[in-house]
């Protein structure tokens, strides 16, 4: 089946610093998702990407849609400590896999205060 | 705001039980999800279901089953429970976009199922 690769596996950084994470495909998606789980919860929609090329921005997080529409990237800057979490890219084809997404494995992000 | 529940935080069972993890939405959604949640293995697709009394086998559906009756319940079911279904389960739902681009899933919170 389809496979995300996505990196970097975990990240320990400390608070004011800014964290990028990425995942790339071998296939082409039409829609790249990017979703945050807080510990003992289950994940949450940060940001979603339509369109190739898309830049999209939520307050200090930044997604990126790659222009082959194998890849996205994550962007967060001047962490904070509630930034802690597991953060997962996903990957959406709307006309196979119906209705399926194709998850990465998550970056596990660690912030020291 | 879309609302999917799940039966239980934490579950313990015993070798060889039937266990019934429940997941309810209250958004009229079409599609629903099982996944199990390991560390290091991501989120891995156990069932899926495209509308009522419509189902799909995920990637890893070996020792579990599902039932959609109704469009807000998915259930899913360990026929007989083993160690090495000891995990986080996930349940999500998904409404299709208008233009069928959108992929958004809305998670529950989970179930921490431990098998002794």
């Known amino acids: 089946g389809q496979q995300l690769n996505q990196s970097p596996q975990s990240m320990f950084i400390q608070e004011g610093e800014d964290v990028s994470m990425n995942c790339t495909s071998s296939s082409i998606f039409n829609t790249w998702l990017w979703y945050k789980q807080d510990p003992g919860e289950g994940p949450v929609l940060l940001i979603a990407l339509y369109k190739a090329g898309e830049l999209t921005s939520n307050g200090r997080l930044t997604a990126q849609f790659g222009i082959t529409r194998k890849d996205s990237f994550l962007n967060i800057s001047a962490s904070i400590p509630s930034d802690v979490g597991i953060y997962f890219c996903a990957g959406h084809q709307a006309i196979t896999n119906a209705g399926k997404s194709t998850f990465g494995d998550g970056t596990t992000l660690t912030v020291k205060p | 705001d879309v609302k999917v529940t799940q039966s239980s935080r934490y579950l313990v069972k015993r070798t060889g039980e039937k266990v019934f993890l429940e997941c309810v939405q209250d958004?009229?959604?079409?599609?629903m999800f099982w996944y199990r949640q390991d560390p290091g293995l991501g989120l891995r697709l156990i069932y899926f279901s495209y509308d009522v009394k419509m189902k799909e086998k995920g990637d890893i559906p070996e020792g579990y089953s599902v039932s959609r009756e109704k469009k807000e319940r998915f259930s899913l079911i360990l026929e007989s429970a083993s160690t090495n279904q000891t995990s986080m389960y996930l349940c999500?739902?998904?409404?299709?976009?208008?233009?069928?681009?959108?992929?958004?899933?809305?998670f529950g919170p989970g179930t921490r199922l431990t098998v002794l």
């Open positions: 999500a739902s998904r409404r299709p976009g208008a233009s069928g681009n959108s992929g958004e899933q809305f």
């Open positions: 958004m009229d959604h079409e599609n």
